[in-house]
C-alpha cells in the first residue's frame, strides 16, 4: 500500500477533515434554510397552521437543534474565512493548520458564550 505524503492539505490530517466539517455544516444549514422557507410561507396560506408548526418547534429537542444549527453557522462561518484566506494569500497553505487551530479556538469561545444562556432558556422555561 502506497504511503500517503506527508504535509498535503487534505489527505486524513486536518485539512481533510474541516473539508469534510465543511461540506457537512453547510448541507445541514441549507436544509435548515429549506425548511425554514417552506413553513414561513404557510403565514400566507393559512396563519393558523403557521402557529401550529412554531408551535411543535417549542420543545427541548427543537431547542438542541437550534444549538446544532448555530454550531454549524459559527464552524462554517469562522473555517469559510480560514478556506478564503488558504485561496487568496500567498502564505495561507503554509498556515492551513495554524488557522484551523485558530477557527476551533474561536468555535469554542463563541460556543461557550452562546450555550449557557440558550440552554437554560431551552431547559429553564425562560
Do not use: C
Not at 396563519?47 to 418547534?57: A, D, R
Amino acid at each position: 500500500m502506497p504511503s500517503v505524503p506527508a504535509g498535503t492539505l487534505y489527505r486524513g490530517r486536518e485539512g481533510m477533515w474541516s473539508w469534510v466539517a465543511h461540506r457537512v455544516t453547510g448541507v445541514l444549514i441549507f436544509f435548515f434554510l429549506l425548511v425554514h422557507v417552506l413553513d414561513t410561507s404557510l403565514v400566507r396560506l393559512s396563519p393558523e397552521t403557521y402557529n401550529e408548526i412554531i408551535g411543535t418547534y417549542k420543545n427541548p429537542i427543537m431547542g438542541l437543534g437550534e444549538a446544532g444549527l448555530v454550531a454549524a453557522i459559527v464552524f462554517h462561518a469562522f473555517n469559510g474565512i480560514r478556506l478564503i484566506l488558504i485561496d487568496f494569500w500567498a502564505k495561507g497553505p503554509k498556515y492551513q493548520q495554524r488557522m484551523l487551530w485558530i477557527v476551533v479556538g474561536l468555535f469554542v469561545v463563541t460556543m461557550a458564550g452562546f450555550l449557557p444562556r440558550h440552554l437554560m432558556h431551552v431547559f429553564g422555561g425562560n
